[in-house]
Every structure is written in structure tokens, then in C-alpha cells.
């Protein structure tokens, strides 16, 4: 098996979009998210509740649809097995309710390119998170850090 050609800094452009997983929401991930949070408020989980509150029906966790949005489940992950080094951090606006049935879409557009020395530097990307209609659900950004090339790597 070929190992997957890796991606350092140098190797992103301005305006490179990626895309992930399509997923469909069920009653399952909302569980799932519950459980591992903790995060049993009932605007999630009972309907009664959630059409008392103005919603059509229980709406997403919003960190549920962010942790969707993880650069690490795009497949384009997989190449950056050697240069990733860490998250430094993310910003997010929920743009529209996200229900039980809905499909999403993650989004990635590469914003910003920003050596910070001759090992390292950022990537900043734009999300975004797009539902069955095609209408944004989530924007934000991710911040990473990722590895420079070095000059005995050849490049892409």
C-alpha cells in the first residue's frame, strides 16, 4: 500500500475548500451527545417542551453540529497525519435550528496561510455547516497549527 502524500503549510492555497462527512441527524446522536456530556436539557429531547419554547420540534445541541464540523473527520485529515500539531482554537455562530431528520454538511475554506517561523505556522479556516435545503447552519472558524515543510521534503 502507497503511504498518502502529506501536506505541510506551504502546500494549502488561499480559497481551497473541503468538504466532510454528510450525516444524517437521528435520535441516536443526540443520545450519544447526552451522554457523553451530560447536556440533558429538554429543548433537546422533548418535543412538548420544544414546541412550548417556539421550536418545531427538539433542536441540535450546537456543540453536537461544531464537533461535526472537526477538521480530523474531513478526509483530507488523512493528510496531515505528520504535520498536524494542535487546535489553537475555533469561533462559531449558530445561523439556523438544526432538527431531528435534518442532513448536514461541513465545510472547510482555507482563509489565512501565516508562517510563524521556519517549523510552524497557522491555518486558519472558514466553517461552514450547510443543511439538506443548502442553507447555513453554522459559520465560524478553526485555528491550527500546522508544520512547515522542510527543505529536504519535496513539496506536492
Known amino acids: 500500500m502507497t503511504p498518502m502524500r502529506q501536506r505541510y503549510l506551504e502546500d494549502f492555497k488561499l480559497g ?10 437521528s435520535e441516536k446522536h443526540y443520545a450519544l451527545f447526552a451522554e457523553m456530556t451530560g447536556d440533558k436539557h429538554p429543548i433537546h429531547y422533548d418535543a412538548a417542551y420544544a414546541r412550548q419554547q417556539g421550536w418545531q420540534a427538539p433542536i441540535a445541541h450546537g456543540l453536537m453540529l461544531l464537533g ?55 491555518l486558519r479556516l472558514a466553517i461552514s455547516l450547510y443543511n439538506q435545503r443548502n442553507e447555513l447552519v453554522l459559520e465560524g472558524t478553526h485555528v491550527l497549527i500546522i508544520k512547515r515543510r522542510a527543505a529536504d521534503r519535496p513539496s506536492l
Open 68 to 122: 461535526m464540523c472537526a477538521f480530523g473527520a474531513a478526509q483530507i485529515s488523512e493528510e496531515l497525519n505528520e504535520s498536524m500539531i494542535a487546535m489553537l482554537g475555533n469561533d462559531v455562530r449558530y445561523r439556523k435550528p438544526v432538527f431531528i431528520g435534518d442532513t448536514v454538511t461541513p465545510e472547510f475554506k482555507v482563509t489565512s496561510i501565516e508562517p510563524k517561523d521556519n517549523n510552524r505556522g497557522v
Open 16 to 25: 481551497e475548500t473541503f468538504r466532510s462527512l454528510t450525516r444524517t441527524l
